[in-house]
T-cell receptor, first 113, second 112 residues
Framework: GDSVTQMEGPVTLSEEAFLTINCTYTATGYPSLFWYVQYPGEGLQLLLKATKADDKGSNKGFEATYRKETTSFHLEKGSVQVSDSAVYFCALSLSGGSYIPTFGRGTSLIVHP | GAGVSQSPSNKVTEKGKDVELRCDPISGHTALYWYRQRLGQGLEFLIYFQGNSAPDKSGLPSDRFSAERTGESVSTLTIQRTQQEDSAVYLC??????????FGDGTRLSIL
């Protein structure tokens, strides 16, 4: 079946550090890939997405590139802020069929001043 | 409003009681999903609606859990005879086609 694997958290960084959160996937078809962010006490919000190989999604300084050859969609940010502290979820969705997405387990990011 | 709305935002109840959670999706979104998120955990898929039919109920953990949806509108998730292990945040999301999901802020359920 389809699956998403994320690096274990928490990831703890100082402000202005470089961030990478790894995400790899397995899928039977050609999925769209997503990163969602969850701030404390809130639901998930879409952060960025990519719908085909080599696409780069970007938003709020975050980027992720859809790498079909390595089945990866790693999240990066060049300089994190305290306000980026949240839980990040990688997900995939296959077009057609039931559209039920597959989520990773989430990676907690803690940014210290 | 423009987003997915869930109510109540918090619910505290005694073990053995029934609870009903409500989700108002974004207007025009044909698909609606319920998830459970235990403290510090990822998302656990419960059920998916396309319109008012539920093609996939595979995630419902027991027969104490049920859900229904009226047309392409409101959905309710009902938990009967609640147990302490039902304590979690219940998240609802809606979407149109295979686009990204729009989540509500969830209902935080605490079973005493």
């Amino acid at each position: 079946g389809d699956s998403v694997t994320q690096m274990e958290g928490p990831v703890t960084l100082s402000e202005e550090a470089f961030l990478t959160i790894n995400c790899t996937y397995t899928a039977t078809g050609y999925p769209s890939l997503f990163w969602y962010v969850q701030y404390p006490g809130e639901g998930l919000q879409l952060l960025l997405k990519a719908t085909k190989a080599d696409d780069k999604g970007s938003n709020k300084g975050f980027e992720a590139t859809y790498r079909k050859e390595t089945t990866s969609f790693h999240l990066e940010k060049g300089s994190v802020q305290v306000s980026d502290s949240a839980v990040y979820f990688c997900a995939l969705s296959l077009s057609g069929g039931s559209y039920i997405p597959t989520f990773g387990r989430g990676t907690s990011l803690i940014v210290h001043p | 409003g423009a987003g997915v709305s869930q109510s109540p935002s918090n619910k505290v109840t005694e073990k053995g009681k029934d609870v009903e959670l409500r989700c108002d999706p974004i207007s025009g979104h044909t698909a609606l999903y319920w998830y459970r998120q235990r403290l510090g955990q990822g998302l656990e898929f419960l059920i998916y609606f396309q319109g008012n039919s539920a093609p996939d109920k595979s995630g419902l953990p027991s027969d104490r859990f049920s859900a229904e949806r009226t047309g392409e509108s409101v959905s309710t998730l009902t938990i009967q005879r609640t147990q302490q292990e039902d304590s979690a945040v219940y998240l609802c999301a809606s979407t149109y086609g295979s686009a990204s999901q729009h989540f509500g802020d969830g209902t935080r359920l605490s079973i005493l």
